[in-house]
């Protein structure tokens, strides 16, 4: 599933937003709500089968976004041991997520890849992978980034998509300088990342963003963004 979009403003405050792929027949999520898990404050939209999310925040201040894939596609089994989403909780529980990622037992986990971001003292951003042998986690440039997910986009269709990604930042430029207020700004992100999640492409159901398919497509848009000490939660049916 997904295509995800990060990016940064200034050093503290940040908009990632996640376009949900997933088969029509797979059943329906439920909207985003607070949880207390294990003595943890949770939000995260609830997967309809496994119970799981694909995207979620904690009061450890961290969010984490899920794709399914690593960093190629790979030949899925018949069983795993554990639903990716239910990884994203226990990461989201987590006290340090380093240690965390290095910890968490992914035998028979079929591979993904994870979007954390961090924001205690700093804003962090990291990748983690599991390309079902090895663990492969990174601190990223605090930088406008997009991944897409390796089991729905051949390397050819991720390469196409950083190419609508680099336009839109070129127009985000072009407006946040017509926009002399920090907090219209922010705004400004806002509404063109939607934007591009809900446009991008070349007219072609199959690769663009707002992807469809014969058995699957996008569901759903999440976008979550922090300003200062406030999280903003946006959530998105596609009909």
């Known amino acids: 599933m997904c295509t995800v979009t990060f990016f940064p403003l200034n050093n503290e405050n940040f908009v990632l937003t996640s376009t949900r792929d997933v088969p029509f027949l797979r059943e329906k999520a439920a909207f985003p709500k607070a949880y207390k898990e294990d003595g943890v404050e949770l939000f995260y939209p609830k997967d309809g089968e496994a119970g799981g999310s694909w995207i979620g925040s904690s009061d450890k201040k961290r969010l984490i976004c899920l794709l399914n894939g690593g960093f190629q596609n790979h030949k899925q089994k018949d069983f795993y041991a554990k639903s990716r989403g239910i990884i994203v909780k226990d990461l989201l529980k987590a006290d340090d997520i380093s240690m965390a990622c290095k910890e968490i037992d992914l035998e028979n986990v079929e591979p993904f890849t994870l979007v954390i971001v961090e924001w205690d003292l700093h804003l962090f951003l990291f990748e983690f992978v ?35 990604f680099s336009e ?33 492409g070349v007219g072609d159901p199959k690769i663009d963003i707002m992807m469809k398919r014969s058995k699957v497509g996008t569901v759903s848009i999440t976008q979550v963004s922090k300003k200062e000490d406030d999280l903003q939660w946006s959530y998105e049916e596609i009909q």
Do not use: N
């Open 130 to 164: 599991w390309d079902g042998e090895q663990k492969h986690l990174k601190i990223l440039p605090k930088e406008p980034i997009i991944w897409s997910s390796s089991t729905l986009y051949t390397s050819e269709m991720k390469e196409l998509r950083l190419q609508w």
């Open 168 to 200: 839109w930042i070129s127009k985000f430029k072009v407006q946040s300088q017509k926009s002399k207020v920090k907090s219209s700004k922010f705004k400004v992100v806002k509404d063109l990342i939607l934007e591009f999640h809900h446009k991008a």
